[in-house]
């Protein structure tokens, strides 16, 4: 095979990690102190900033106002330095647009916005660095902003990709293996109910692979689930800690 | 948040403190707030670094591409400006709301920069007239809490000063044909000299005084400002009055003259700093926004 | 699961793009010996007792070479001798990027158990992982890497309780890295110096390759070749157009000149001719090189002079007198300006082809010298200067050698002695000559590819039976030619209660075997075809696919991909189904076998009826295919009967061809262009097709011309008309001539490719007259059918696709080596018909026999003898005679020899005997018997040995 060998004889990824290994992730909630929620996630190189306005009432046209619930408002953009070729513009463009849309629906599936009616909340996520899984770490990034805004969800959302190489599912792809060619499916769990709040795969699969990829994807969001935990949970204390006082 | 409304009572408060040289925060007229400076904070930029001037918060990444110098300048490289006003900073820069904003910065800081007396443009060149370097340096605004442009400019000068662009040889054939050759040792790289890259120093008119580093309610109070690039050795290189207001000529003088004095101040702390901070090697635990 | 520790980043500029990667550093990667109890490995692979008896070691030991030993010696670390070596990353990584073939080589013996060859991921351990410093070269970085490496082992291993005396011994043949590794306290040897300590097998030594340390020891000729330019030098004058890039292709005829193939836009290209030593500045056959055009004054023409390099050893002086008679040569026949090629010179080699090659030791004239050189038996590579000891031993043995590299101020190329084939002349090394000689992998399969074969007893279950349509109850049959063991395709048919017939065509489903991706398809993907010699198949997958599970063997349940038609009466295709299917022929039948049960009307059981059926089908098919345009044509096909005890060939015949041959043809091409229409229905992009280009106009020459010389016309505007100005173009009392003509229509067709449907837009074959075609039907075979399975399995979700298979330049790529591994093939398949046609000769003496006129030339004529299905040239122009007076007229096209006109077509007789002058080069020399003319002809021998078969009239 011609190109890079994505998955070693002994078992290894260009990188060093496992087939079902994720990437180092480290996270921070409530960056800015402007916003009502913030937060800021790496996983391995790809790094991202979420921010949260609202809930508030509806800007801009009236029409859009739902009076049994909030409306969800997103963005997603990329710095202009984030990838390796540099981007003309940072938003506005196909890709983007579709990333937003993407966002909006998966946390329309876990923000209770029945709570706020006639309201909107805006999620504004910002790639800083992009190697790969742009739009899981956007989800988890966000997930933490929302936390941080104290927005009440159903669960904690949490994404990640796996790719599909030679009979083995790969967890958490980076760049360099998305764009290896094949499948990459990304996924957004609810990872206590296990619900789906949003799936999606552009290549071709057979039927029979999916379940492998999905678990592979679904296993990876339950792991990062824990790391998010975890982080909300130092958050609480380190606030705590600081409110007592 | 780009602006704030300020109340008649409060502009009162704010004036009268900044006539008696002690501003709602504490400090003095000439004083910044606290500032925060990170370089290297993006890994697949050339240059980067983040600051923070009290709840502003800048993000800068220099990327170094192969380009044809203009035919004006031949010998010369050129630096290339973008402001992303980002909706994080606030909703209202939301779809194309911050456009405006960010072309106004950005071309203010391609007047500033981009000249041979802020840095060495031949040193970009590679090949006159054929190959140059173009520095896209890219600024990212995240949270706006007053005076972007000092924040702004010592970020980028931050920035540059981290940048590293790749050695480059050119070969040539008896033919004339010439070919780029990147070297392949990732430590064979270019530094730029940052030593004559001015700060800019935005002077507000509050009351009669004006002040350095305003935050968002002082800049509410203030009818015009004086923006000033000043280098190290005190020399101002661009000047341009801001603000819906009008100035008269002698505070013009008396603001230019302390903004000389603030700038040239600014410049060796800064240096200092980031010399510090480069002298840590490769053992700095880098910090972003992760605290 | 352990989670990464560290992480340390990597950069890579590339361009200006700056890349930035993660590196993540673990401790979980265990050292793999047996002895150490700190890791948890639970199969370790490298033994307790690695015991290589050595002169220099006397203690067991793992060895680590470094990437330059791989590299040069993988001679030596093949041999089984060599066990228990650690492969680092870092080396396997290097091997990898500068080597494809080494790399799997290495791949293969780290694969096999019995040489516990460990891969030690060093890149991603905690202790052992460097980062490159300031100043230090990226080969200098991985140096480090291999030392840092070695140490950890040495240390480590130091620490476990019963390692005794085990220690590591690092290989290296650079200077440097040998010396800082010494200094760190490691042992170390130079790869020369361990192998020559090594006890077991001192003619391991020979196979070492020359280091270039070594190779200027040994040069002595007075020959210093213009240096090559850098590549980055070159690469610039490409661009700028000074240079021009091309693939080198030396002369057969004369070795000091070549010609440069240069790759222009689309399809243009250009050639360029090289001629003299210096100008050649040692580019070998198939080299990627770079050459400079020369002042348009300085062109010269071809020569026409057959010159070899037979100077005895390389000493200048005959050398020069080479020289002198090339120039001689040149200056004799002033050239014409019509006749100037562009001539060039070679001033660096962008991409060396180097292969094993193989031929025969020269001995030096010098009884105790150790120097030898070695002729290949391709006259267009060099003779390789090589060292060995066995010299007398290797006398009129064929033997493989490697080059090393080729000193500028050396003659010849220096090489090392790779294996011995056996003694020349012998069938089985002249059979294994001839395979590596057309890069037709014959190796053995590797136990990585075994690994992945079904194991055994194997039989069908109950989920096999679940996604499969059962189809044992089908009265299924097979039809092959005698002695066939890899059965691909089988065929039923029967009559449904509408009056309608159900056809259905049964293939091996090999892909349910041969999963994309494993060593055992990539094995099958590079070897492409299976080749068949005479009395020798090289198989393309291992005996226990292609004979027994794949094949589809009468009385056995075997795994099918069955494409089943309902036709009516008339032939016409009702629908067209494909499942993958279970079936249980019930009979394999020989051609004869099955034309006798046609034939034979007493018979009326179902397997007959069946077949009755299909014939019937298949001769309506047949004529629909022929009324569209499809082309019969012949080529002189003969088989040998050989011998069961000694292979030897006892005599040869022509395939003679039956109702029945075309009846399983005509099905197979109907299902080959039923799954073809199917694939591209599915998959336009990536699917693989066959096509076969119409041939320009201009091809067509020779026949039309042939064919006017007998008063005939033959039309080429269609296929169409082309094939009905065959069918009439008859000679009376001549019934030999439409075959001859037909043989000669085949030489003008272009040879039919695969490709890849997303890649070009013409799919059109001409010689079936098909608009879209594939090859489906015989995956034991060839590989092109079973991706075609797979296409097929997925456009019917019976399979999972991946993303080579639906990636179009991979897939293109793919057909590349598959159109190159047929072509090899078929060169194979000549060379062995060849082989065993002089094997045929060599017993029996000079015989005479008649043929015909295939071909007139300047100076020669070329005769078919229909009865061995040879082709030989009979020249009229000899070395050691006064040459007879010639006159050629190309209009005829006509050779007047003395005052005897040759035509084509003209029935001559010559006389066949095995000209074993030149050992290596063993060829059939044909001479004129009859028309007797006087000083031409050669008179006929004494006793005709017995030419007691009738003469063929097909």
Redesign the interface.
């Known amino acids: 095979m011609a190109g890079v060998e994505l998955l070693s004889d002994q078992g290894y990824r260009l990188d060093g990690r496992k087939a079902s290994e994720l990437r180092k992730v480290q996270a921070r909630m409530g960056v800015f102190a402007q916003a009502d929620g913030s937060a800021y996630i790496e996983q391995g190189n790809t790094k991202a900033l979420a921010v949260v306005y609202g809930p508030h009432e509806v800007r801009g046209s009236r029409s859009r106002t739902m009076h049994d619930r909030a409306v969800i408002n997103c963005q997603y953009s990329m710095a202009t330095f984030s990838t390796a070729e540099r981007k003309r513009r940072p938003h506005g463009d196909r890709k983007s647009s579709e990333m937003s849309l993407h966002l909006k629906q998966t946390f329309e599936a876990a923000v209770l916005t029945q709570l706020y009616p006639r309201s909107q909340i805006d999620i504004y996520v910002k790639i800083l660095q992009s190697d790969g899984g742009n739009y899981s770490a956007c989800v988890n990034a966000a997930t933490l902003a929302l936390v941080d805004a104290g927005i009440p969800m159903r669960d904690y959302v949490c994404a990640c990709t796996a790719g599909f190489v030679e009979d083995t599912p790969l967890a958490d792809l980076c760049h360099a293996e998305e764009s290896g060619g094949g499948t990459t499916l990304a996924l957004a769990l609810l990872p206590r109910s296990r619900h789906i709040a949003l799936v999606q795969m552009d290549a071709r699969l057979h039927q029979d692979h999916l379940d492998m990829l999905m678990e592979a994807a679904a296993e990876a969001c339950r792991g990062l689930s824990k790391v998010l935990d975890g982080v909300v949970r130092q958050h609480l204390q380190e606030v705590s800690v600081l409110t007592r006082d | 948040?780009a602006s704030v409304q300020v109340s008649e009572a409060e502009k009162v408060y704010i004036m009268h403190g900044v006539r008696d040289d002690l501003r709602v925060d504490g400090r003095g007229c000439e004083d910044y707030r606290h500032m925060v400076i990170e370089t290297d904070v993006?890994?697949?930029?050339?240059g980067?670094a983040k600051v923070s001037l009290g709840?502003s918060?800048i993000?800068v990444?220099?990327?170094?591409?192969?380009g044809k110098p203009r035919a004006l300048v031949p010998d010369e490289g050129y630096l290339e400006f973008?402001v992303?006003c980002?909706?994080?900073?606030?909703?209202e820069f939301?779809?194309?709301g911050g456009e405006e904003l960010g072309i106004d910065l950005s071309n203010t800081l391609y007047k500033v920069f981009n000249n041979k007396h802020s840095i060495d443009l031949r040193s970009l060149c590679i090949c006159p007239g054929e190959h140059c370097w173009v520095l896209?340096v890219?600024v990212?605004l995240?949270?706006?809490?007053g005076n972007l442009f000092d924040a702004i400019s010592i970020a980028i000068k931050a920035a540059l000063f981290n940048t590293r662009i790749?050695k480059v040889h050119i070969?040539?054939?008896?033919?004339?044909?010439?070919?780029i050759?990147?070297s392949?040792?990732?430590?064979d790289c270019v530094r730029l000299n940052v030593e004559n890259v001015p700060c800019i120093v935005t002077l507000c008119k509050v009351g009669q005084r004006h002040v350095v580093d305003a935050t968002l309610q002082e800049k509410a109070c203030s009818v015009a400002s004086l923006l000033l690039a000043v280098t190290h050795k005190g020399m101002v290189t661009c000047v341009r009055k801001m603000g819906g207001g009008s100035l008269d000529p002698e505070s013009i003088s008396e603001m230019t003259e302390t903004g000389k004095r603030v700038g040239k101040a600014l410049h060796a702390p800064l240096m200092d700093l980031l010399k510090k901070e480069e002298g840590l090697g490769k053992n700095r635990q880098k910090v972003?926004?992760?605290? | 699961m352990l989670k990464s520790k560290t992480f340390v980043k990597k950069t890579r500029s590339g361009g200006v793009m700056k890349i930035v990667r993660e590196h993540y550093l673990r401790d979980d990667i265990w050292c793999g010996s047996e002895v150490c109890v700190e890791c948890k490995d639970e199969t370790p692979v490298l033994q307790k007792d690695a015991c290589i008896e050595s002169n220099l070691c006397t203690f067991p030991h793992y060895l680590i070479p470094d990437t330059n030993v791989v590299i040069q010696q993988i001679d030596i670390l093949e041999d089984p001798l060599i066990r228990n070596v650690i492969i680092l990353q870092t080396v396997l990584q290097e091997v990898r990027h500068r080597s494809a073939p080494i790399y799997k080589r290495i791949k293969d013996a780290i694969h096999d158990k019995e040489k516990h060859f460990y891969t030690f991921t060093n890149e991603h351990h905690r202790e052992t992982f460097i980062e490159r410093e300031q100043g230090e070269s990226a080969n200098d970085r991985n140096d480090r890497a291999i030392r840092v490496a070695a140490k950890w082992y040495s240390e480590h291993l130091s620490k476990a309780p019963d390692a005794g005396d085990l220690k590591v011994v690092l290989l290296t043949n650079d200077r440097d890295n040998k010396e800082k590794a010494e200094k760190s306290g490691l042992i170390v040897y130079k790869c020369e110096e361990y192998v020559k300590s090594l006890i077991a097998n001192p003619e391991l030594v020979d196979r070492l390759a020359l280091t270039s340390d070594e190779q200027n020891e040994i040069t002595g000729s007075r020959v210093v070749f213009p240096e090559h330019l850098p590549l980055s030098k070159i690469q610039a004058g490409i661009k700028s157009g000074t240079f021009l890039q091309g693939t080198f292709h030396a002369n057969r005829d004369n070795y000091l000149e070549a010609k440069v193939y240069v790759h222009g836009e689309g399809d243009e290209s250009t050639e360029v001719l090289v001629q003299g030593l210096l100008n050649l500045n040692r580019a070998v056959h198939q080299d990627v090189v770079a050459v400079e055009l020369l002042p348009r004054e300085n062109w010269v023409a071809p020569s026409s002079v057959v010159l070899i390099d037979d100077a005895q050893n390389d000493e200048d002086a005959e050398e020069e007198e080479a020289e002198k008679k090339v120039r001689k040569a040149l200056d004799s026949k002033p050239a014409q300006g019509s006749t100037l090629k562009p001539t060039g010179r070679v001033v660096g080699i962008i991409k060396r082809n180097w292969r094993p090659f193989c031929g025969m030791l020269l001995q030096s004239h010098i009884k105790e010298s150790t120097r030898h050189l070695f002729t290949p038996a391709d006259r267009r590579i060099p003779r390789i200067r090589i060292e060995t000891r066995q010299a007398s031993t290797l006398e009129g043995q064929r033997i493989m050698v490697a080059i090393d590299g080729w000193p500028k101020n050396s003659r010849y190329p220096n090489g090392h002695f790779v294996k011995s084939l056996g003694s020349a002349g012998d069938k089985e090394t002249e059979t294994e000559v001839l395979l590596l000689e057309h890069d037709v992998p014959h190796l053995p399969f590797s136990q990585a590819v075994l690994s992945f074969l079904p194991k055994m007893p194997w039989s069908i279950t109950e989920e096999d039976l679940k996604v499969r349509a059962d189809l044992r109850h089908l009265t299924v049959c097979s039809v092959d030619p005698p002695g066939c063991t890899d059965i691909d395709d089988a065929l039923h048919c029967r009559e449904l209660e509408n009056g309608n017939l159900e056809v259905g065509v049964h293939i091996a489903d090999v892909s349910h075997f041969i999963r994309p991706g494993n060593a055992l398809d990539q094995e099958a993907a590079s070897r492409g075809t299976t080749v068949y010699l005479c009395g020798k198949r090289i198989d393309m997958v291992p005996e226990l696919l292609s004979s027994n599970l794949c094949s589809l063997r009468s009385n056995v349940e075997r795994l099918a991909f069955s494409c089943i038609w309902e036709m009516n009466q008339n032939a016409e295709i009702i629908s067209t189904r494909f499942t993958k299917s279970v079936i249980n022929s019930k009979a394999s039948l020989t051609y004869a076998e099955a034309q006798m049960r046609i034939d034979d009307t007493s018979m009326n059981d179902d397997i007959t009826k069946s077949l009755r059926g299909l014939n019937k089908l298949a001769k309506i098919l047949k004529g629909r295919r022929i009324e569209k345009g499809a082309l019969t044509l012949s080529s002189p096909e003969v088989r040998f009967h050989i011998d069961s005890e000694t292979h030897d060939p006892i005599d040869l015949q022509t395939k003679e061809l039956m109702e029945t041959n075309s009846m399983v043809e005509e099905f197979m091409l109907l299902a080959n262009i039923s799954v073809a229409q199917k694939i591209y229905e599915e998959f336009s992009e990536c699917a693989l097709l066959r096509k076969h280009p119409a041939p320009p106009p201009s091809n067509y020459d020779i026949l039309i011309k042939a064919a006017s010389s007998k008063g005939l016309v033959i039309y080429i505007d269609s296929a169409k008309a082309l094939a009905d100005s065959l069918n009439d173009a008859q000679v009376e009392g001549f019934p030999y001539f439409n075959t001859l003509l037909r043989i000669l229509a085949t030489r003008c067709m272009m040879q039919a490719v695969y490709f890849c449907s997303g890649m070009d837009s013409d799919f059109q074959h001409y010689g079936l007259a098909s608009p879209i075609y594939t090859h489906f039907t015989s995956p034991i075979r060839r590989y092109s059918d079973i991706i075609v399975h797979r296409l097929l399995a997925v456009a019917i979700n019976a399979d999972s696709t991946y993303p080579d298979l639906m990636d179009k330049h991979k897939q293109a790529a793919l057909c590349n080596n598959l159109n190159y591994r047929h072509k090899m093939a078929q060169y194979a398949q000549r060379a062995s018909v060849a082989l065993h046609t002089q094997l045929f000769f060599k017993n029996r003496g000079i015989l005479n026999e008649e043929g015909f006129i295939l071909f007139v030339r300047k100076n020669a004529i070329i005769v078919l003898i229909p009865k061995f299905g040879l082709e030989g040239t009979v020249f009229f122009e000899n070395k050691d005679k006064p040459s007879p007076r010639l006159s050629f007229d190309e209009e005829g096209p006509t050779l007047t020899v003395e005052d005897h006109p040759f035509h084509m077509f003209d029935k001559v007789k010559v006389t066949i005997s095995l000209d074993s002058s030149n050992i290596q080069h063993q060829k059939i020399r044909m001479a004129l018997s009859e028309p007797v003319i006087p000083g031409v002809s050669v008179s006929m021998p004494e006793t005709e040995p017995e030419a007691k078969k009738p003469k063929l009239d097909r």
């Open positions: 948040m993006v890994s697949n930029t050339d980067s709840h918060d993000l990444g220099v990327k170094a591409e192969i973008f992303d980002s909706a994080n900073a606030t909703p939301e779809g194309r896209y890219d990212l995240l949270q706006c809490d790749p070969s040539e054939d008896a033919e004339g044909g010439k070919e050759e990147l392949d040792d990732p430590y972003g926004f992760l605290r």
